[in-house]
């Protein structure tokens, strides 16, 4: 856009514009506009900028703008932005050139880009927001597609008894900074897919992040059946037969979405298997429009397609039985030409098996040349869990190679903390934070300051933790007194341990419980404070999971205990962001080797927290014994109850052995913990450049999209 253009627009549109490209979310200087306008009103609306800025009117806008001096950090911003999206001169434009003008497809069930698209349930989805938001820095072409989820997952409500209690809120999609995506000649676009009692439809909406475009498709539309209106409202919120329509949707109907918007991905990307159904769209079209047969279709498919797993356990795939597989995948294989009979042995390890129920990661492997675990560890777990689909070779030549995960660092970085980094790391580090010799300068920080700045932000997390109690209170209408009580929980000066993630069995948030006594003396050891922030969803379905979080509430609620365990409720992107970046330590304890990377621990480790946690996922490969605490040895029993029992005592050792001495252990002088803090630098130095997205999706272009693009190739499983 020409300049003149720009400056004729007005405050209002200006802002508008930046609300309605996600872009804004991780610009600290851009939160910063939108919070200055009326802090109270930005939280309240879950910092959803398009609700905000219909509070206003523009000139409310005008005058509020002249109040806080806003007009030329405005203007600043929207320029860097117009700048941003025109850039030529990004790492993809020197690296990935020869992706040429045919974008990577990346397909994923779920997309966690900001709290106020409620499009995730966990880490799956929030790496993949992570994924695009990298992309799009790098400047790596790049278009995602997934569902649009009208009721999101689900807000977490934890009642008087504290029981889990699920709220879905419907999302009005002119509350999102969504718009319909659009044919070339400017149509809405429609797709279709058949099944054997009738297609189901979907519209497709365009989310745009930075320079990368997210399409999500939605099955609310008034062609469908009542109860297909229905079929994409919830994230993982129905039976087997939701299921798999949702994954028709989203594989063979992204697919042709894509196809009606004009794109030819020049490779795809499943991110799980929720979408293997794509590469069969894509095998279907070329057999029409190049005349080849079947095999010859599905190798050259294969040679483009790239499959990122992430369930080392057998039971955690989507598995379907042979009617609900023959009433969904009758049509599609009909027109390839094999039969629903001939297509169900790609989702077979053993094609001829009639005993064996249609996999969708099976069917993802067979429908791709190249296939990585996201970690080290996942990789071995992983080659060996999948043997029976390359009988002929051993265990370390099965092709699945790893790529561990990381966090997208301006998303995750405290703009407290990012100042510091500017101050002592390269100008220029944050499009270079992949280089190690970049982050080597943050052992120029002066301890002092490294401790105050994690100190407030320390405070900044009590703060909010103590607000969202009082919410809760207010909710419940609980008496006065208990609403008082929220005003003193959590005490600035103590060891502060965090433990938030979905409350999926095998990471036992109870772990720590095991030994309620040895807990005791822990937490009322009153010359070593220390406190225990939880926090978590269970699976609606997960009566389990929901009895952990009961447990750990009513811990919460022992005179012993109170205001020094806290469990806060709905956790989503804003209560990671405040927890990682005020903890001091991170608990992570699953159940080795379950833990297929893990991700939250890494968005720590970028604001100084320490990792204490399992050598499971990607501390496995992360930790060198200076840069966190190890819980165990490694060493896994095949007995569950008695790893998690070792586990337990190993846990409580370290902690009494290590973290709580070094962090009480204060420099006579300054009252600093000089050996805590060369600790936090330690683990910022070593594992920041390592751990973090913009590297990831550079692993990804180097060793899968060029050479599925038909670049170099170059096999994973050789990779380091
Ligand atoms: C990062 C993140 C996760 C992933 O955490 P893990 O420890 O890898 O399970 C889950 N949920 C939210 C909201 C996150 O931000």
Request: charged share 20%; with cysteine.
């Amino acid at each position: 856009m020409a300049l003149s253009q720009t400056c004729q627009l007005s405050l209002y549109e200006k802002l508008d514009a930046l609300a309605r490209n996600l872009w804004w979310c991780w610009q600290p200087e851009v939160v910063s506009i939108f919070r200055d306008i009326d802090p109270v009103r930005w939280a309240d609306l879950d910092h959803n900028p398009i609700v905000f800025l219909r509070e206003f009117t523009p000139e409310q806008l005008e005058n509020r703008g002249r109040e806080v001096v806003l007009h030329s950090r405005v203007n600043y911003a929207y320029r860097r932005w117009q700048e941003y999206m025109s850039s030529k001169h990004t790492w993809g434009d020197t690296h990935a050139g020869v992706l040429g003008h045919n974008p990577i497809a990346y397909f994923s069930a779920e997309f966690g880009i900001h709290e106020s698209l409620p499009n995730y349930s966990g880490g799956l989805g929030v790496l993949a927001g992570d994924h695009l938001k990298s992309a799009s820095d790098l400047g790596v072409p790049l278009v995602a597609v997934g569902l649009f989820y009208q009721e999101g997952y689900f807000s977490q409500q934890i009642d008087a008894t504290g029981w889990q209690r699920e709220v879905y809120p419907y999302v009005q999609s002119s509350r999102l900074a969504i718009k319909p995506a659009k044919t070339p000649d400017g149509n809405h676009v429609l797709v279709q897919v058949e099944t054997r009692n009738g297609p189901i439809y979907a519209q497709v909406w365009q989310v745009d992040v930075g320079r990368v475009k997210l399409f999500l498709l939605d099955c609310n539309v008034e062609q469908n059946t009542p109860e297909d209106r229905k079929l994409t409202a919830r994230l993982y919120g129905g039976d087997q037969r939701i299921r798999i329509r949702q994954e028709l949707v989203l594989g063979i109907g992204g697919t042709r979405a894509l196809t009606a918007m004009g794109y030819q991905p020049c490779a795809l990307h499943m991110n799980e298997g929720h979408s293997a159904f794509a590469p069969l769209e894509f095998i279907r079209m070329r057999m029409v429009n190049d005349g080849h047969s079947f095999d010859e279709a599905l190798l050259m498919t294969a040679w483009r397609c790239c499959f990122t797993t992430h369930t080392p356990v057998p039971a955690g795939h989507d598995r379907f039985d042979w009617g609900l597989f023959e009433e969904h995948l009758g049509p599609i294989a009909d027109q390839l030409g094999i039969g629903p009979g001939g297509l169900v042995g790609l989702g077979r390890v053993d094609p001829n098996n009639p005993n064996e129920t249609f996999c969708m990661t099976v069917l993802a492997f067979k429908c791709s040349r190249r296939a990585n675990a996201v970690s080290n560890l996942h990789g071995v777990v992983s080659r060996r869990m999948w043997t029976g689909l390359w009988p002929n070779r051993s265990e370390e030549e099965i092709p699945i190679g790893h790529i561990t995960n990381g966090v997208h660092v301006s998303s995750w970085l405290a703009p407290q903390m990012r100042n510091l980094y500017d101050r002592v790391l390269p100008l220029e580090w944050h499009v270079r934070s992949g280089e190690p010799e970049v982050w080597a300068g943050f052992e120029n920080v002066t301890p002092g300051e490294l401790w105050e700045t994690h100190q407030s932000l320390k405070n900044r997390l009590i703060q909010f933790a103590r607000n969202r109690m009082l919410r809760r209170a207010e909710r419940l209408g609980l008496p006065d007194s208990e609403k008082q009580e929220m005003s003193t929980l959590l005490d600035p000066e103590a060891l502060t341990i965090g433990f938030a993630r979905r409350f999926a069995p095998y990471k036992r948030a109870d772990l720590v419980l095991r030994d309620v006594e040895t807990l005791g003396k822990i937490i009322c050891d009153s010359a070593h404070p220390v406190q225990f922030i939880f926090a978590g969803k269970s699976h609606p379905a997960d009566d389990y999971g929901k009895a952990i979080l009961q447990r750990i509430f009513q811990l919460t609620q022992d005179p012993a205990f109170k205001g020094k365990i806290v469990l806060l409720e709905d956790y989503d992107i804003n209560l990671a962001r405040h927890l990682v970046q005020g903890v001091d330590v991170w608990l992570n304890n699953p159940r080795r080797p379950l833990e297929a990377s893990g991700t939250s621990g890494q968005k720590v480790v970028l604001n100084g927290g320490l990792n204490c946690s399992i050598l499971d996922g990607w501390w496995a490969e992360a930790y060198d014994g200076q840069n966190g605490f190890a819980i165990g040895n490694g060493h896994t029993h095949v007995d569950d109850s008695i790893q998690d029992d070792r586990d337990a005592k190993s846990l409580t050792r370290v902690l009494l052995d290590q973290v709580i001495p070094l962090y009480f252990d204060r420099n006579q002088e300054d009252g600093l913990p000089e050996e805590w803090i060369a600790r936090m630098k330690r683990s910022v130095r070593t594992l920041g450049w390592r751990f973090n997205a913009d590297r990831m999706v550079m692993d990804y272009v180097n060793h899968a999209y060029i050479p599925a693009a038909g670049g170099v190739s170059c096999s994973m499983a050789r990779m380091s």
